[in-house]
């Protein structure tokens, strides 16, 4: 079956715009994921979505990014006035909540490049 | 709080040889632990997983064993490809802090012909 999709996979935008990142994850998961991959760097966990609960957005490195999660599916990351720090993968996964397990299925990822 | 530590890279090695990459961690509940692998140019994949201590995940003749006492995942396989050149992510998942999966900082390998 389809896996995780995210578009576009490439965004080159310069210093100041906004920027709308968004993640297609596999039918019937309900948890959905992003995370930040930097150059050089690990996985910094940004938020998490499952089901109709309050999100998780303790990763959120500052109250520039946001992200929707619309009927439980497609979400959205937006970053506004982006900075060129926020140059980095974007990586969305999603997961069927089983306890003991949370195996995460990942898309391919956004690279942002911020100029 | 929970944590994952790894070994650090890069590791170059030659084609067959033995492969170990050291992970730890450090979880307050029992954690189910996990290795990912990045190759070149593409996403996130799930390499292999285990839930509970001595569990053994193994796939694409690479295997880790959950050791509960000495709090490791150590990957290894006994003769490494070319194919085998990544990055290769250990991680881990406990339900009490369950909202997201919590990564070491990842070790590149790159395996000489």
């Known amino acids: 079956g389809a896996g995780v999709s995210q578009s576009p996979s490439n965004k080159v935008t310069e210093k100041g715009k906004d920027v709308e990142l968004r993640c297609d994850p596999i039918?019937?998961?309900?948890?959905l994921y992003w995370y930040r991959q930097s150059l050089g760097q690990g996985l910094e966990f940004l938020i998490y979505?499952?089901?109709?609960?309050?999100?998780?957005k303790s990763g959120l490195p500052s109250d520039r990014f946001s992200a929707e999660r619309t009927g439980g599916s497609v979400s959205t990351l937006t970053i506004q006035r982006t900075q060129q720090e926020d140059s980095a993968v974007y990586l969305c996964a999603s997961s069927v909540r089983d306890r003991g397990l949370n195996e995460q299925f990942f898309g391919p990822g956004t690279r942002l490049t911020v100029l | 709080g929970n944590s994952v530590t790894q070994m650090e890279g890069p590791v170059t090695l030659s084609e067959e040889a033995f492969l170990t990459i050291n992970c730890t961690y450090t979880?307050?509940?029992?954690?189910?632990l996990f290795w990912y692998v990045q190759y070149p140019g593409e996403g996130l994949q799930l390499l292999l997983k285990a839930t509970k201590a001595d569990d053994k995940g193994s796939n694409k003749g690479f295997e880790a064993t959950y050791r509960k006492e000495t709090t490791s995942f150590h990957l290894e396989k006994g003769s490494v490809q070319v194919s085998d050149s990544a990055v290769y992510f250990c991680a881990l998942s406990d339900w009490s802090s369950a909202s997201k999966i919590i990564f070491g900082s990842g070790t590149r390998l790159s395996i000489r012909p």
């Open positions: 039918s019937g998961h309900t948890a």
């Open positions: 979505f499952q089901g109709n609960s309050a999100p998780d």
């Open positions: 979880a307050t509940g029992y954690p189910s």
